[in-house]
Nanobody, 122 residues
Framework: QVQLVESGGGLVQPGGSLRLSCAAS????????MGWYRQAPGKQRELVAT???????????VYADSVKGRFTISRDNAKNTVYLQMNSLKPEDTAVYYC????????????WGQGTQVTVSS
């Protein structure tokens, strides 16, 4: 099992940027797929970005339509960290953001950590 700790959230004005980090307790080199999720108040948790890679040199990223073109997911295997760069933030991006390892079927593998709060407001 791997423990994941999210950080980097905060309060930002609309149009601003944040970079979230997801630090793993062990090497993620052999983990094929990881994802960033978010949960807004009163709403279900949703998957916003996925990054798939592993022993292959090819990396595939997939985004929810609501963040496509604004968010970028990346991973640094040497630092055991997955990132989510968020640009052109909107008030509707306000949520608690979580990361997780993804199964082959696309569901989250582990339980949820504390996440990191992102608030977009003027």
């Amino acid at each position: 099992q791997v423990q994941l700790v999210e950080s980097g959230g905060g309060l930002v004005q609309p149009g601003g940027s944040l970079r979230l980090s997801c630090a793993a307790s062990r090497s993620i080199r052999g983990i094929n797929a990881m994802g960033w999720y978010r949960q807004a108040p009163g709403k279900q948790r949703e998957l916003v970005a996925t990054i798939r890679s592993g022993s292959s040199t090819v990396t595939v990223t997939v985004y929810a339509d609501s963040v496509k073109g604004r968010f970028t997911i990346s991973r640094d295997n040497a630092k055991n960290t997955v990132y989510l760069q968020m640009n052109s933030l909107k008030p509707e991006d306000t949520a608690v953001y979580y990361c997780n390892v993804m199964t082959a079927s696309g569901s989250a593998l582990y339980g949820w950590g504390q996440g990191t709060q992102v608030t977009v407001s003027s």
